[in-house]
Structure formats: C-alpha cells, structure tokens
C-alpha cells in the first residue's frame, strides 16, 4: 500500500484520480491474489470500485453541489455491497434515508448557503473551495492510518473466531418456529397443508413445533384440537433478512430502539429550535452584501436606462 | 483458470452460508479505503459543507465494515447497528446543517478558517 | 506568694543538692562540718571543692529586674517621645535601688560565712534564687538524659564582688550621662538610656546566673548593647563600622564560648555551676595529689574554649581590634561598658569557672601569655597616639591584660583587686576625657589641648585625672592602683616559671606610667592653649547653658569655689584662649559631671582599704585553724576574702605547682609539700634577685612607676611651650620605624584585612552571585518552564478546525501505531 494518494490541489486532477484508482485496485488485486480459492464476487470489484472512485470524487471536486453528487453515488455503490452481503433490508434503508432525506436536505442547504453569484461571474469558485488545506499533513496522517489499520487487518483477520456450528444452523433456521403464519402460508402454497388444517401454535410462547433435523412441523385440525400430525416443511423456506433483522432489533436490542427514538426526537427539536434563532449579521458581511446590493442596483438601473433608452428609441 | 472464473463469478454464497476469511478481508479493505478517503478530506476541504459529507462517508465506511463483520460472524447484529448509526447519522446530519445555515448567515461565508474564536 | 513560692524552690533547690551530692559533699552541707573540715585542713589546704547551697532571698532578683523595669519604662519614654531627661532619672533610681538590694545581699551572704557554716570551706555558701523555670527538658530519666537552665541566681561572695561595684558604677556613670548626653534630649536620649539599662541587666544576667546558659545569655545581651551604645550615633559611618566591628569580634570569641559550653554539658552532664563544681570536685582531688595526667582530656579542654570566649569579650591579644575603635560611642559608654563592666566579664568567667582552669594542664599558661603579651602591645601602641580616648582605650586593653596575668599566675585574688580598682580609676580617667571633649567641642588630640587643669572649673577635672593617672601608673603606696598591681606583680615573681610573665608586666608597668602621665603633662599641666574640635556647631552659642552651668552649686566636700563664682560675663572673660582668635569658648563640666567625678576620685583612695584590709573580718568558726584563715583573709583584705571565699579560690596551688615544675614524678611527695607550704599557697618558691618576692615587688614596682612618670616629666612638660611640639618630638626620630609602626598601631588591623576581611569579601561576593544566578535562576526557572512550555504549546490552538482535526487524526495514528507495535511483540 505505499502508494502515494495523489496530492489533492482541489483543482481537478483526472490523472491523481485514475492513479489512485488503479493503486487502489492493484492493491484489491493483490489482495485477491493471495488467496484465489475464496475471491469475493465480481460485484464486490464493481461496487467497490464504484464506491471508491465516488469517494475519492466527493473530497477532490471543487464545487459543493458535484460533491454531494458524488456523494450519493457512493452510497448507492455501498448499497451493492450491502445487497452482496445478504443484507438487503439495509441496503435500501440506507438508500432511502441518506440519498432520500440526508443528501436531499444537504443539497437544499448548499443552496441556501451559497453566495448569490453576481451577473457574469457564474462559474466563479469561492477560493475556500478552490485550494485545499494542508494536503500534505493529511495526506502522511491518513497514510498512517491506513497502513495501521490494514496492518491490523491482515494480522487480525486470521486469528478470528469462526462462527459456531450451532450458530450456523441455529441461525438459519430457529427463528422459522416464531413465524407461524408464514410456515403456514408456505405450506399452503406448497399444498402440503389439508384444508382447515393450520400449524400448531404452542400458546404460551405462540411457536409452531418444528423438528428441524427431520424438517417437520405439528399440524393441527381445524378445530384446534384433533390430532396433531407432523408435515414436511417446505425445503426451500428461510427467514428473509428484513424479518431476521426485525427479530434481532425488537428482541435482543430493545433500549437501543427506544434511545434512537428519543435521539430522533430531540434532533427535531433542536432543528426547530435553532430555526428560531435570529442572528446578527457580522459588519464585515453586511458591508458586502450592501456593496454588492448596490452594485448589483446600479447595474440594472443602467441597464434599465439603456434597455428603456433602446426600448424609447426602437 | 476455471476456477478463478468460478470463484470470481460465483465465490461468495448468499447468507446463511458460510462467509470466508479472505473474502472479509477484502471487505474490511475497502471499508478502511473509504474511511481514509473521508478522513482526509475532512482534514483538507475547507468548506464547511464537504467537510460534513466526508463525516458521512466515514459513518458508511463503518457501516460497511459493521455489516460485512456481521456477516462472517453470521449474527444480525451488525445490521442492527448500522440501523442505529444511520439514526445517528441522520440526527447529526440535520443538526449539523441547521448550525452551518446559521454560520452562513454570520458571515456570509462557508469559510471553516474564518472561525478561529478559539485562537490562542 | 511570690516570696514563698520562691523561698520554697530555693529549698528544694538546696535539698535536691543534698541528695545529688556525691559522699564528699554531705559533709559540708549545713551545720556541723567538723569531721570533713578538720581532715581537710589537717593537710594544711583547705577543703573539697564542694560548695554550700543555700536559698536565696528574693531580693537578689531584684537586683536584675530593676535595670530590666528601667529598660522598659525608658523604651516607653521613648514610644511616648519624652523630651525631658526623665530617662536619665528613671535610669538612676532603678540602679541605685540595684546597688541597694546588693548591698543587702551582701550583707545576707556574709551572715553565712561569717557565722562558720562554710567558713573554711572552700567553695564557700552560695544562695541560689529561683526565678522561673527557663528551660527544664528531660526525654530520660538517665544521668545525662535532662538539661536545665532555669532563670536563678547564683549569689555567693564572688558574684557580690562583681555586682556592687557594676551596681554603682553604672548608677555613678548614669547620673554622669544624664549631663554628658543632654544636648540629645528627645529620642536619642530614651534611646541611649534604654540600652544602657538593658545592658545592666545583662550584666546581671551573666554575674548572678546560675547556669553557663545564662551567663552566656547575659555575654550575647551585654554584646549587643555594646553594640547598640558604640553606635549610638548611627549617623556617622565610622562609628557604625566600629559597631558592626566590635560585635563581629566578639561573635568570633563567642563562638568558643558556646563550644566550651556544650562540651561542658557533654562532659559534666549538666551546666549548672553547683553541678558543675560538684562533679569537677574528683578532679581537683586529683589535682591535689600532683596526678593531673589522669584528669580526662576532655575536662581540660572545656577551660581553654572558655578562655577563648574570654578574649573575645576582653580584648585579649587577637580579638582586641575592636576596643579602640569602640571609643566612638559617647563616653559614658566607653567608661561603662569598656572600662569597668563589659571587658571584665571575661576575667569574671574565667574566674567563676576558676576550678575548671585550674585542672587543666595547659589553659592558664596560655591565659598568662597571651594577657603578659597583650599589656606590653597595647603599651607600645597607646605610647604613640595622640587621641587620648585612644591611648586610655588601649591602656584597657592594656590592664585587663594585667588581670588575665594575674589569674594564670594563681591570684585570683590579684586579678579581683585589679579588676575592682581599676574599674574605679579607668572609669574616672574616661570622664574625666570626656568632661574634656564634651567641653572643647570635641577635640581629643593631645598636640591641641594643654594647660586645661588650671583653666577655671576645670579644676576637679584636672584633680581628677591626676588622681586616676596616679593609679594607673601605680604610684607607691597611695593609690590602689600600685596595691592591686602589686599583688599579680608580686605573685608572678613568686611562682618559678610565670618569672618571664613577671618581667614583661614589670616592663609595661613602666610604659604604663610613662604614656599616662604623657597624657596628663601634655594635656592637664603646661601652657594653657586649646582649639576646638570638630563638634563646634553644638557648643557655638551655648551661653545660657554656661551660664547655667556656672550657677549650679556643688556639693560638700569638692573644691568648686572657683566654677561657684563664674556667673554670666565673668565667666566668658576668664576663659583664656591663646592663640585662636575665634569666638570658641570651652564648656566647663557641670553639677553631674563634677559629683561624680569627686566620688569617683574618693572612692579611688577608699579602695585602698578593701583592697588591703578586710574591716568585716568576722570571727572564725570553730575548729578552724585560725593561722591559716587569718592569713588567707589577710591577702587581698576584705576582696581577698570574698573571691577566696567563692569558687574562684586558689586551691592546690602548691600541688599545682608542683605537677608544673616536675611534672607527675614528683606526685607523691606533693602531700608532704603540702603541709609544708601551709595556707593560700604563696610561699616563695622563687625569689626576686635574693629577695622574698612579694616584699621586692612591692618596692621595684613603685621605683619603676616613679621611673616612667619621671621620664613623662621630663619630655612632655619641661620646656615645654606650645601644645603641639614637646621634647619627646626630638626622640621619635631616633627610634625609627619603631614609633612609626606603633602609632600605626602595628597594623594589626591592617593585617586582619588582608588576611580575613578580604578574602571573606570576595567569598561573600561570589557567593552574592551564586545567590544571584543559581538561587534565583533556579526559581526563576520555574517561573520560566511553564511559560516557555506555553509558548511552545500555544501555536497548536490555532482556532481552526482543521488543525485540530489533523491534529485528532495524528494523535489516532501514533496510538494505533503503538498498539499495533505492542501487541505484535
């Protein structure tokens, strides 16, 4: 990884990005390399790919506007990944709430925070966007880091623990017992269920009884009481992510929902609360914006003259 | 060479598969990438506003490496939390933004250097 | 109350010493002594060196608190800006109550001796009063393990001596400065009359205390007030530096004082006189059997560091640089302090611990040296100056030489005498000094004075310098001068090997009457002629005060016809003035200085009496053997009987000579000798030329004063007609380098600059700067670490975001980069 990031002058530098690019994807190749029997997908090179070259697009680009762009792209990227890597409920929650809602309120607060360009300087950069700050410093600091942690990574990652045995198989199936419902429409569709016959609710804990090595679950009449019979579960059924996720949220994670709530909460309020605010204008900016007002005025009282000058005339 | 194909094409099985080591490394790889990439442009950029979108960035980095680590370790927790961070994320997003509206209106400017208050 | 707390702490005092006492002492505790008295004297020398403790009446404190009172009340008048001479009053009556309560303690003591409880005992009765606990500290309950110095008295016939001749010459000399000093009425004069009270209960202290801490207590107090009254016109930078001198130079013997102190507390495990004698009673016993090696090297050690102390404060041969200078205090002081009280207190020390020197093989040889060279050194210089305060500040140091010689050479008696006439006649010949400086606006150069005796109410200034000029030359048989000096004379002639001490004495004796009556022919006689001295202004328009003067009458007894009849004109004409032709006209002494003057001259011929005599001589106690106590009594007269009836007694003189002469061979046969050479000990083992020593010397000492004032005679005032130029001028050129190098006082003083002064200047001055640069640098390092660290530290709060942000990201980095290094170990 010692491969210089190309120094970012903000002025856009494609040659900076394509080394930094391609240095990154050696380095993914060669990661690759090292162990060829257990490669990731190929979507996992496109949407990293996708996810890095955007990153690296959102802190060199000199307007803010590209970079919040830019920005959404890398979160759709890392969206992929995430539906690469079975969590699809996340994938589109991230999609909705930061490309949906963060990145939307950041482009409407460009747009409030932007100086009203004057008349024939459209393409003007503020000079705070044009130069970046010390890139050197970051560029050594951020080095570091990276060699830190991907030291950490390559030395840590073989000591990890693998997951149990009983995690494997508990993971995949257990939870199918707190899905009644779902068992049951299952089997209807597969038609193993006889008509007015439903899964066998246990009532005090509201799960069906699966045998999970014979794949087979209580069946009841319709009356609730008759005999119980054992049928075959579908062999095809599992949990999908977004019920998996629920169960993991409500159960084993409740104060955390509660606490996020009231974290919601008190961001609405301080938005409200800070909306509220007026703020006294610094002298300095007050001084421009009459400056600029003005001139802005003069500007168009000329050229009302000369437009109603050229109109009186025509 | 079929098998590069293979394992490129096919490598990574679905949850609730098994989730190899090396496959995670990679992950974490690109999780640390974007991390550094937001970090440095959160130190570089002066504009207030890319500063904040480079926060974001890191937020996602993480969220990547939450999610991929929970997905080695075939536990869900990792996606909760990622549930919780963009909570997170998103609060501090909204109020970040409110104060740099503020700020805008002080100074007309989005200058972060124009606010050395603290100087000395 | 008070008198019966105390009365009862004296008892218990006594008791406690009843049972302290070794087996040798019961015997002469109280009444009935006649086993240990008769086995004592049947060897022909007196007793133990026990001594008999009694309680002490409470007035003898008394005698130390009235000085105290009247420092307070004259530090009051001070607070309270009194402008009258009320200081001067207070002061006199306190001390003449002083010198009362001594008396009568005197007389209650001598009921004692008197009455035979420790008649021939030879420690004498001493009468402990106990004021106040000062200090009593135990931290075990072992021999050694408590220390006591409490505030009591210590009041057996020595310390009667001492206080009433310090009693009422200090009452005397204060009623003298309530005159001299009252041209300083106002803050000078509360100032000046504080010190001197302050420095009487010093003195106190350190004569009637019973501990050596008290004593040394009262030897620092009489050294500052010393200090305080030499600079007492603080204005001027010499007498400031005389000050500053003068108390550094006793510091240095002091410094041996309280060495000798401590070893004496580590040795005899207490510094309290009773134990004190007590404990060192085995040694004299040693002493007497001529066994003085066995005596511990330790005991004879303490003497020698007490004597050294002693040269300090008596301006012995090193230490006496300050004495001269010290005559720029106002006279009063010098005659006080450097005259008759201060300088004598370390012949009182060595006196008091007189036991302690007589163990040692060593401390009173080196006392007789250094006193025999002293007075022949101080003699040469004072022949050549000219300041008469000088010459008679040099004669000081000159005679207390004297009676250090007497003390080494085992007349303690001697030295006593001289100490007590002296006072008397130096206190008169400073007066009488300063009566003239007071009256000629200062002027003390003899080349500028002359003829003043017969100038009008100079007269019994003039009578009495003569008087005190024929003491000090010790003039044949009608002063007291010549018997004191005789008797340290005639016993240093009489021991075998003090015969070398004996002739320098003899020597200065000789320079001693030259260079007074130089001063006397020169000043007193002769052509009248004066020129006023530097302090004019004060004098310049006094006439009403002359007048005033002229008008007050004396008092019976003293030729003052002339000073009664001067009123107002008569008394400006008479004065006469050749030569100058200013308006300057001499100040005639007053009433004040006049009495004191006349007592002084009379009490200089009564001395005579006590000196020679003892008119209080009280029956002998039974079982004494009358010879040898008549005949101790009878040398020395009643002081004789006092300082032999106290510690500081010659005892085992014999025994010590003899161990001195022959060494410890010879240490039995000393018994034997010692019956043979009966009583005080001044048998004639030597003899001057063939003649009983103590008979010659009484005859050559008077032919060698009557020689010396022979000589003054003839060069200062025969022919003599100017003030400036005598006959001696004619000489001086002949003696060379001699007369030169002596009016330079042998640049002693210079030396001491260069070999002490110096050197401790540049040592202060380097240590000035490591003060300077290594103290101060050091704290003001750590006044400077912080605010450099700050400075170092303040550009990185910088205000901006994105330095801290770097800063954050590389404060991560470094950590993550040690963990990594850590945990890959």
Redo the contacts between chains.
Sequence with gaps: MCLALPRRGVSPQILGAILASTAGGLALVALGAMNPTQLPNVYFYVFSSVALGGALRVITHPRPVYAALYFVLTVIATAGLFLILSAEFMAFALIIVYAGAILITYLFVIMLATQAPQEGEIEVLTEYDTSAREPIAATVVGFLLLAVLSTMMFTGVATLKAPTAEKRDGMTDSLLADTPRKIERAMRSAGTLEPGEHVKIDTASGTAQIDFAARTVAVTGTDGEGQTRLAALPTNLSLSNAERLGFSLLRDHPGAIEIAGVILLMAMLGAVVLSRKQVQIDEDAKLLQSRSLAASLAKSNIDNRTNSGGGIAS | MS??IN??????A???A?F???????????S????????????????L??????T??MF?AA??AM??F????????G??F???V??????????A??????L??????????E?????? | MLLTHILAAGAIQSQGIAEQAGSGFAQTLGVGLTSGLSAGLASGVVGSAGVAIAAGHWTTSLIVLLPLLSFVLCALCAAGRVKSKLPAWITVVCLGGAFAFAVHSYLGLDGHIGGGEGAAVHGGVAQITHLFDWINFAWGSGPGEHFIASFAFYVDTLTCLWMLFVTGLATLIALYASEYMSHDVGAGYCRFFAAFSLFVFSMACLVMGDNLLLLYLGWEGVGLCSYLLIGYFYKKPSAVAAAKKAFIVNRIGDLFLALGIMLCWVHFGSIEYKEIFAKAAPYIELLKQGNIDSIPAIAQLIPILLMLGAFGKSAQLPLYVWLPDAMEGPTPVSALIHAATMVTAGVYLIARTYPLFLISEHALPIVGWVGALTALVAATIAMAQFDIKRIMAYSTVSQLGYMFAGLAVLTSTGAAAHVFTHAFFKAMLFLSCGAVMHGFAGQLDLRKLSGVGSMPGWRVVGIAMLVGCLNLAGFPIITAGYWSKDMILGEAFANPHTIAIGWILLVTAGLTAYYTFRVYFRVFVGPKYYEPGDELHADGGDHDAHAAHGKHEGHAGHAHAGHAGHAGQEAHADRGHTGTASHFHPHPPGWAINTVLGVLAVAAFVAIIPVTMNPFKSAPAAGVNAATAGEHEAHGGWIGHLVQSSTAATVGTAAYLETHVDGAAHSGQSNSTDAGHAGAGHAAHATFFGFEAHKAMMVVSGIVGAIGILVAFMLHYVGRTTAARSKADAIVPLLGPLAYWAQRKWFVDEFYDILIVKPLWVLSNIFALVDKYLVDGLVDAFGWAPRAVGRTLRPSQSGEIHGYALGMAGGIAVLLVIVLLVTLQ
């Design positions: 098998l590069l394992s490129v094409f096919l490598g990574q679905g949850f609730p098994e190899s080591a090396p496959a995670l490394s990679h992950y974490i790889l690109v640390a990438l974007m991390f550094i990439i937001g970090l440095i442009g959160f130190i570089t950029r002066r504009n506003i890319v500063m904040f979108l480079c974001e960035l996602q969220g990547i999610v991929a929970g997905r080695y370790h075939l536990d869900l927790t996606q909760t990622v549930v919780f963009l909570t997170v994320a998103a609060a501090e997003a909204s109020m933004l409110a104060l740099i509206v503020l805008f209106r002080r100074k007309e400017s989005l200058n972060a250097e606010w050395q208050d603290m100087k000395g």
